[in-house]
């Protein structure tokens, strides 16, 4: 699979897409390339020449991650386990962990591999942090690269509203001075990074089809000025400590709006490359849906109802209907309210229930994008009316991080 070859139009995936995998027995898993394709080339340029760190969260398919590395634009990964990182850095020179780490094991493989050291940075937002990875490590040995994560959600009314991702402590850019003055005082450690993910204006789309869109945009607007003043003044305090190699932020859904910030020297992106439902409901961008899962009709329960074997692939997050997998393909079906989608079936109703038999394809997309690949050993990928290669998953390849 190439993705750097030039996107084509816009089309309708279906036809080619069922011819291709119609022998296929379900539950099976599909990219559509031509879509991946198109939408990596959209995320470079709506980050306007800023570099895309690619998040493995959002694919968990090495391959794919591979590929994605090779498109001009996009450079270094965003993991999220420091296990899953050290496994990636066999591979790749540039991986930071998105997210703090007390894994020890893997803390000591690290810190007694050179090579290694020298590919991964670690995440940290406090002290503690500092204090026991270094009682892990040692004193000796190669320097440990570390990011500092500051918080980047909207607080209003004294901080007694919080909007956004409840991730790091550190808020003010006295709060990052703080803490970059802290891994300064340790010999072993180096400060290479400083990180901030704005989950409130990435991750919510700003145009839900509800009266609440207007709010949301409302709340962005607001979030991403506060921000683009607090984060440059953080950055400067950090640097007054210690330079930086690298600033990175936003998200798929605020690549815009985040690589606009002179402070910010790199983006993070993943979830657009496959387009999950998530993102559907957005003004800045429209990807192409690259990614589903397919599952076969087994029971027809009533002239109303055809019955898919499996298809409870919720999504993580705040419980709700928004969690739940959306059938896309026939059109006109839907989920049973009360039943939703469940572990061994799913019942479907709508327009074109009566043209479904038993052991007919039903198509799915999922919520959110990585998540996917942990239902699945392998993914088919698709390229116009063709298989063009079956790759294996993190799990498919014996990983499962978390």
Same mark, same amino acid.
């Given at each position: ?15 080619? %897409? ?6 296929? +027995? ?11 394709? *198109? ?9 306007? $020449? ?29 993991? /999220? ?6 496994? %990636? ?31 991964? *940075? ?17 004193? +000796? ?11 980047? !959600?909207?607080?209003?009314?004294? $901080?007694? @509203?919080? %909007?956004? #991702? ?9 709060? #990052? ?7 300064? #005082?340790?010999?072993?450690?180096? @400060?290479?990074?400083?990180?901030? /993910? ?13 009266? !609440? ?46 690589? #606009?910030?002179?402070?910010? *020297? ?15 409901? /957005? ?28 298809? $409870? ?32 079936? *799913? ?8 043209? %479904? ?27 116009? +009316? ?7 998953? /993190?799990?498919?390849? $014996?990983?499962?991080?978390?």
């Amino acid at each position: 699979m190439t993705l750097t070859q030039r996107s084509g139009p816009a089309r309708t995936p279906w036809p080619d %897409l069922l011819a291709a995998t119609e022998h296929l +027995d379900p539950p099976f898993a599909v990219l559509d390339v031509a879509a991946l394709r *198109t939408n990596a080339h959209q995320l470079v340029r709506r980050a306007a $020449g800023k570099p895309i760190r690619v998040a493995s969260k959002s694919i968990r398919v090495r391959s794919v991650i591979r590929d994605a590395l090779e498109v001009p634009g996009m450079s270094g990964i965003l993991a /999220y386990t420091l296990p899953e990182a050290l496994w %990636l850095a066999e591979e790749h020179k540039d991986v930071v962990v998105g997210y703090p780490t007390m894994h020890r094991e893997a803390l000591r493989r690290l810190a007694k591999d050179e090579e290694l050291a020298s590919r991964v *940075t670690l995440m940290v937002d406090s002290p503690r942090h500092l204090d026991l990875t270094a009682a892990i490590v040692g004193p +000796d040995g190669p320097p440990i690269r570390i990011c500092l994560e500051l918080d980047v !959600s909207l607080r209003l009314a004294g $901080g007694r @509203l919080h %909007l956004g #991702a409840r991730r790091s402590p550190v808020h003010s850019p006295e709060d #990052a001075a703080a803490l970059a003055r802290a891994v300064a #005082a340790h010999p072993r450690f180096q @400060l290479v990074g400083l990180m901030g /993910y704005e989950g409130q204006i990435a991750g919510i789309g700003d145009n839900q089809p509800h009266l !609440s869109r207007f709010a949301v945009r409302a709340m962005q607007r607001r979030s991403a000025a506060e921000l683009a003043e607090r984060r440059a003044a953080a950055v400067a305090a950090v640097r007054s400590v210690a330079p930086l190699e690298f600033v990175n932020g936003g998200g798929t859904g605020s690549l815009e709006l985040t690589a #606009a910030e002179p402070a910010v *020297t790199e983006v993070a992106a993943g979830s657009g490359l496959l387009a999950p439902r998530l993102f559907d409901f /957005y003004t800045r961008f429209h990807p192409q849906p690259a990614a589903y899962f397919v599952l076969s009709v087994v029971r027809r329960p009533s002239p109303q109802h055809a019955t898919v074997l499996g298809g $409870g692939w919720i999504a993580s997050g705040a419980a709700g209907k928004d969690r739940l997998p959306t059938p896309v393909w026939p059109p006109g079906l839907s989920l049973v309210d009360q039943e939703g989608a469940g572990e061994v079936q *799913t019942p479907l109703v709508g327009d074109r229930v009566d043209d %479904l038999d038993i052991g007919d394809h039903v198509w799915f997309r999922h919520t959110k994008a990585g998540e996917l690949s942990e239902h699945v050993d392998e993914m088919v990928l698709v390229d116009g +009316d063709r298989i063009v290669d079956v790759v294996p998953t /993190y799990r498919g390849e $014996g990983k499962t991080f978390l």
